[in-house]
């Protein structure tokens, strides 16, 4: 994977979040993808495109209740580091929670 791939990807996700269609969702990841929801507990993680895409369309976020940068921090073959902000705004002025991301990533 080359940098400008891997910042394409983490733009794709970012729509597929924001539109939550299941095809968009799906194109992300490989068949036998394993997708952590957070840093802890197996309740938190999906396995395989189909059930990655059941868990998304489960917990959806309404579209302008969040926003997302994401950045590639590095690459190193088929593996990368991204970093970024999730925003989640309590008003259209005031963000309500404020996460700090750093995604660990394998391409198939």
Not at 76 to 83: E, F, I, L, M, N
Request: negative net charge; glycine residues 4%.
């Amino acid at each position: 994977m080359e940098r400008e791939e891997v910042q394409e990807w983490l733009d794709r996700y970012i729509e597929a979040w924001r539109r939550n269609e299941k095809e968009l969702i799906a194109a992300l990841f490989s068949d036998n993808a394993v997708y952590h929801f957070a840093p802890w507990g197996a309740e938190h993680t999906a396995t395989g495109v189909e059930e990655i895409v059941a868990a998304w369309m489960d917990d959806q976020d309404e579209p302008d209740s969040w926003e997302a940068h994401y950045t590639v921090f590095t690459v190193d073959g088929d593996r990368a580091v991204a970093t970024g902000t999730s925003e989640y705004f309590e008003s259209e002025t005031r963000a309500a929670e404020v996460f700090h991301n750093c995604y660990l990533m394998r391409f198939a």
